[in-house]
């Protein structure tokens, strides 16, 4: 059960800090699952290297049409302190910053070399 106090506090803390700024700001912010407890402090972490192994069951729908539901094992390939996956198996409460950038740079020169100012 998620530790929603905790979760609540988090939240209307990083809300505090980025008031007052011109900056669009957006954070990846995960609870540990707790049978029983309060999770540990957050920590303000970077996302773990990960990977999901697809697999897909075929299911039946309730007219006996086949659909495929996917699902997986999550393989965890960093074993860094620094992580949020980390911080999660440890019960605290991760905190990352996320930046969305969907440049293709590596085709930036190629662009350049177009020749779009001519008509």
């Known amino acids: ?3 929603r106090q905790n979760i609540s506090r988090i939240a209307l803390v990083i809300d505090d800090e980025m008031s007052g700024t011109s900056l669009w700001y957006t954070f990846e912010c995960e609870h540990p699952v707790l049978v029983k407890g ?3 402090e957050y920590q303000g972490l970077q996302t773990s290297s990960s990977k999901m192994e697809e697999d897909f069951d075929e299911r039946k729908d309730p ?5 495929y539901w ?3 094992q999550f393989i965890n390939m ?4 620094d992580t949020d996956q980390w911080a999660l198996d440890h019960n ?3 905190v990352v910053p996320t930046q969305f950038d969907l440049t293709d740079h590596q085709r930036i020169a190629l662009i350049n070399q177009w020749n779009l100012n001519e008509s």
């Open 70 to 72: 996917m699902t997986g």
């Open 92 to 94: 605290y409460i991760s």
């Open 1 to 3: 059960m998620p530790d």
């Open 63 to 67: 007219f006996n049409r086949s659909y």
């Open 38 to 40: 309060k999770s540990k």
């Open 78 to 81: 960093d074993k860094g302190e």
